[in-house]
């Protein structure tokens, strides 16, 4: 009886401690993985600027970012994201959004402070910090509107500006050696072309629907530039109104009454209220 204990229970924590593992590699299977980066303690990050909240740990030779509750990660030309900075790496199979957001040169910028001319006050930011208040953040656009990225009279781009940007960006990052070799690997595989479509399709409807808001938002802006012309032009037909009112002579201005006629406007009352008592 105790054999057949001590056997059900080996089998059980053999088949709890196997179960991560074959999942990593169902979902990696054919894939190389990248190396691991080992942390003496979890890292702090840095938010980067003219960007959709993306976190950088910057003190690290490779490229590890945050954004959007998730880790990621280049590597050879591929991408691989995972809820921990350390551990659990997954291939994903296309150039996450907000990477060309990112500015190819921020390292140089981290280490001198600057960021276009401007001084640049970054904060680091502790790993448990980022977890309670990362949602809190993005929502209220905290980094941007509060605290202009720590960045000393810096004026953000404007969204047409981004978008150059970012499409002159994603030309740069498909001319790289290692991104056009993993390319041409997944050309050839039947499953990734579909993915890769259905995400193009998805990147697609994501840059009508920029576009729209663009659209409404400056749609939105003019219409309140015209409101505002309106009543400054309405304002001042009033005012030249009034003028020329008080410049016309045949208009007689209402003159308010003196002594003498204050006292004989009373003694008609008067007469008025004593008429009716006499009769």
């Given at each position: 009886m105790?054999?057949?204990?001590?056997?059900?229970?080996?089998?059980?924590?053999?088949?709890?401690?196997?179960?991560?593992?074959?999942?990593?590699?169902?979902?990696?299977?054919?894939?190389?993985?990248?190396?691991?980066?080992?942390?003496?303690?979890?890292?702090?990050?840095?938010?980067?600027?003219?960007?959709?909240?993306?976190?950088?740990?910057?003190?690290?030779?490779?490229?590890?970012?945050?954004?959007n509750?998730?880790?990621?990660?280049?590597?050879?030309?591929r991408?691989?994201?995972?809820?921990?900075?350390?551990?659990?790496?997954?291939?994903?199979?296309?150039?996450?959004?907000f990477?060309?957001?990112i500015?190819?040169g921020?390292?140089?910028?981290?280490?001198?402070?600057?960021?276009?001319?401007?001084?640049?006050?970054?904060?680091?930011?502790?790993?448990?910090?980022?977890?309670?208040?990362?949602?809190?953040?993005?929502?209220?656009?905290?980094?941007?509107?509060?605290?202009?990225?720590?960045?000393?009279?810096?004026?953000?781009?404007?969204?047409?500006?981004?978008?150059?940007?970012?499409?002159?960006?994603?030309?740069?990052?498909?001319?790289?050696?290692?991104?056009?070799?993993?390319?041409?690997?997944?050309q050839?595989?039947?499953?990734?072309?579909?993915?890769?479509?259905?995400?193009?399709?998805?990147?697609?409807?994501?840059?009508?629907?920029?576009?729209?808001?663009?659209?409404?938002?400056?749609?939105?802006q003019?219409?309140?530039q015209?409101?505002?012309?309106?009543?400054?032009?309405?304002?001042?037909?009033?005012?030249?109104?009034?003028?020329?009112?008080e410049?016309?002579?045949?208009?007689?201005?209402?003159?308010?009454?003196?002594?003498?006629?204050?006292?004989?406007?009373?003694?008609?009352?008067?007469?008025?209220?004593?008429?009716?008592?006499?009769?």
């Amino acid at each position: 009886m105790k054999k057949f204990v001590f056997g059900a229970v080996f089998f059980l924590l053999m088949s709890v401690s196997t179960v991560p593992a074959m999942a990593a590699v169902d979902i990696s299977i054919g894939i190389s993985l990248p190396p691991l980066v080992v942390f003496p303690a979890p890292p702090h990050v840095v938010v980067l600027p003219d960007t959709d909240d993306v976190y950088v740990v910057p003190e690290i030779d490779a490229d590890i970012f945050f954004w959007n509750g998730w880790w990621w990660r280049p590597w050879e030309g591929r991408w691989y994201r995972s809820h921990y900075y350390d551990r659990g790496w997954a291939y994903y199979s296309a150039v996450p959004r907000f990477y060309f957001d990112i500015d190819p040169g921020w390292r140089g910028y981290y280490s001198q402070r600057n960021w276009y001319g401007h001084q640049w006050y970054y904060e680091r930011i502790p790993h448990q910090r980022l977890q309670q208040n990362w949602k809190t953040w993005h929502n209220n656009r905290y980094w941007e509107r509060k605290k202009a990225w720590n960045v000393r009279d810096y004026k953000p781009r404007t969204q047409q500006q981004r978008y150059e940007l970012r499409d002159q960006r994603q030309k740069q990052y498909h001319q790289r050696p290692e991104v056009q070799r993993h390319q041409q690997q997944q050309q050839q595989r039947p499953d990734i072309q579909r993915q890769r479509q259905q995400q193009q399709q998805q990147e697609i409807r994501y840059k009508q629907q920029k576009q729209i808001q663009q659209k409404q938002e400056i749609q939105h802006q003019q219409q309140k530039q015209l409101q505002q012309r309106q009543q400054q032009q309405q304002q001042k037909q009033i005012i030249q109104q009034q003028k020329q009112m008080e410049k016309r002579p045949d208009i007689q201005r209402p003159q308010q009454p003196g002594p003498q006629m204050q006292q004989r406007q009373q003694r008609q009352h008067q007469e008025k209220g004593q008429r009716p008592q006499n009769q």
